[in-house]
């Protein structure tokens, strides 16, 4: 009588969460370098301000709505736009950190996912940033856009952009607190069940109409963040879903089914 057992298939909680200290270290210098490589690209005023006009000049040719429409809706109360300039300074980085800190968590699988597309689409930007600096639709005259973050607070940027040495003003495309808030909505979508995950979407469209009603960003600096976007995730494969990743944590406390005996009547 033969008598062996088929092996039982690890359940897809065993998923591995890669080391805290090595994603740590490398979530912070990949921010680090970021960073840095944006300086790099400071200094090229007189290019910024003709890549501005060319910006201007191109979406006024795509017929797409001006910037101005969706400042005149913040400016028609203090309270309002003194929301955008906070939500602008505040939300960007701390959220982006939240959701990598969630997925770590609880969707090891997508947090791996997750960091690799925003590597990507991060060094992307960078990339874009040294070869088109940009000046932001409040520097651009004949935009005629009021600068929000100056005139009502909070602000992150120096008055005198070519003498700020905290943030390089003229890397405005493409969008990353867009393409970054857009990566944090798939990913939750992408990682849950819950009926309500569309919601998740509010985030980037708050943050689209922030960045062009502070006139920080052109609709263009959106869309081209939304392609490199849209390229990464195409390059770089999503998790399959499984009742674990996407959260139904139920079914992983079902105790494990003993090995099946094959051929015990034999």
Known sequence: MECRTEPVKEPAAAIARPPLIREFLLVAGLFLVYKFGRMLADG?????????????????????PGEGSVQSALLHGDTLVHLANVYYATVHFPATA??????????????VWARRVLAALTAAALLLHLAFPLAPPRMLEVAGLVDTGQVYGPTVYSAAPTTDTMANQFAA????????ALMVAIGLIAATRSRRRWLWLLHPLVTLVVIVGTANHYWLDAIVAGTLLAVALA????????????????KALVPAEEPALVGAGR
């Open 98 to 111: 939240a959701f990598l800190v969630w997925l770590y968590l609880r969707r090891p699988a997508h947090y």
């Open 235 to 250: 390059v770089i494969q999503l998790p399959h879903r499984t009742a674990t990743t996407a959260g139904q944590h139920s």
């Open 173 to 180: 495309m493409p969008s990353l607190h867009f393409g970054w």
């Open 44 to 64: 090229h005023t007189a290019e910024a301000f003709r890549n501005a006009q060319h910006v201007w000049d191109w979406e006024r040719a795509l017929r797409l």
